[in-house]
Structure formats: C-alpha cells, structure tokens
T-cell receptor, first 114, second 113 residues
Framework: GAVVSQHPSWVICKSGTSVKIECRSLDFQATTMFWYRQFPKQSLMLMATSNEGSKATYEQGVEKDKFLINHASLTLSTLTVTSAHPEDSSFYIC??????????FGQGTRLTVV | QKEVEQDPGPLSVPEGAIVSLNCTYSNSAFQYFMWYRQYSRKGPELLMYTYSSGNKEDGRFTAQVDKSSKYISLFIRDSQPSDSATYLCAMLYSGAGSYQLTFGKGTKLSVIP
C-alpha cells in the first residue's frame, strides 16, 4: 500500500507556543489530505479536509484560526496548532487520498501541551 | 441512528480462533467499504478495500459486503496475538465533488496466546 509519513511522532510543548505537524505522501500524489483528532479509546474525529492549492474546509466546531492547515503541494500538508493549550493535547492523524480514492494514514502525532 | 454502527467490544479470543468483526450502515449511498487495523498509539493501516457485494480474500483476512442488508464483515482466520488491535470499518461515498469517509467506532480485539 501507499505510504504516508507524519512527523513528528510525538511532541511536548509549552502552553502558548505553536506546533507544526507535517504529513507527506511518499509514493503518490495526494490532491486531498485529511486531518483527524483521536481521543483515548475513541474513533477518529475529522477536523478538516485540505485540497492542494486551496483553503482547507473545516468541520463544524473546529477553530480554523487555531488549527492552521496548509496544503502547499501534492505531497505535503501541514497542521499548525497555534497558541496551544493543555486541552489541545491529543493524538493527531493525517490521511491522504490516492487516485483510487483509498485513504492511507500517517503514523500519528501525540501532542502534549504542558 | 448513526450512519455506521460497530460494536466496540472488547473481543477476546484464543490464538487460532476465527474472528468475526461486523458493521452495519444506514446510508445506501456508500459505495466503498474498508477495514483498517489500528495498533495502540499508531495511525490506522488499510487492510481491506472493497466496492461490491460479495467476498474478498487476502491471506488470513476475508472481507464480506452485503449491500442489500447494509452489513459488512471482516473475518480473520487462524488469529495470532499480533492481530490484537482495534479494527475500524469505514464507508466511503465519492462523487460530484464530494468525498465522505465515515468510520465506525472500532472494535478492540485481543488474541490470547
């Protein structure tokens, strides 16, 4: 299957700082990427959909000014958590859609805000 | 009624058993059906991908889709301790500029040696 690389795998940051998470499709071009958040023992919660070269579409209740998404190329999307607070601590996962419309996931990023 | 229903378990089976995981859905517009495996603190891994009713086999895994009943299953033969993970079903609708991927809540499986 296709490979999606997400970096970093885990990060600890101080409250008030910003954190950037990268998502790369390594062996295919992804016109559409997705960002999810997952709480312990719960399923994936879609945060936003990003299309290459255009603004991301955010799900209801997700603050677009807090979770900045940039999809600058067909292989890279970034999620920046701005002015992070402890309640932003979570597991963030990206996904990329290939030309057969299958969705492949990155390894996830565990964010801890202290 | 939720669009996708999946029993969260947990499900514990002895090594070598046949495992049956199931999901039901309500949206008849779903066209594609997938199963993902997620180990703790990792991203989901695509296991099976089907788009028609019937069976699809890949090694020890068999995915079954019954569109008339809106029911999908994943069977794992000769289960191994390494199969212990959470299994997520996912349903996809794609068309007319829309792409909707809906997940079940996941079933946590433990295979006991």
């Amino acid at each position: 299957g296709a490979v999606v690389s997400q970096h970093p795998s885990w990060v600890i940051c101080k409250s008030g700082t910003s954190v950037k998470i990268e998502c790369r499709s390594l062996d295919f071009q992804a016109t559409t990427m997705f960002w999810y958040r997952q709480f312990p023992k719960q399923s994936l919660m879609l945060m936003a959909t990003s299309n290459e070269g255009s603004k991301a579409t955010y799900e209801q209740g997700v603050e677009k000014d807090k979770f900045l998404i940039n999809h600058a190329s067909l292989t890279l999307s970034t999620l920046t958590v701005t002015s992070a607070h402890p309640e932003d601590s979570s597991f963030y996962i990206c996904s990329a859609r290939d030309r057969y419309i299958r969705a492949f996931f990155g390894q996830g990023t565990r964010l801890t805000v202290v | 009624q939720k669009e996708v229903e999946q029993d969260p378990g947990p499900l514990s089976v002895p090594e070598g058993a046949i495992v049956s995981l199931n999901c039901t859905y309500s949206n008849s517009a779903f066209q594609y059906f997938m199963w993902y495996r997620q180990y703790s603190r990792k991203g989901p891994e695509l296991l099976m991908y089907t788009y028609s009713s019937g069976n699809k086999e890949d090694g020890r895994f068999t995915a079954q889709v019954d569109k008339s009943s809106k029911y999908i299953s994943l069977f794992i033969r000769d289960s191994q301790p390494s199969d212990s993970a959470t299994y997520l079903c996912a349903m996809l609708y794609s068309g007319a500029g829309s792409y909707q991927l809906t997940f079940g809540k996941g079933t946590k499986l433990s295979v006991i040696p």
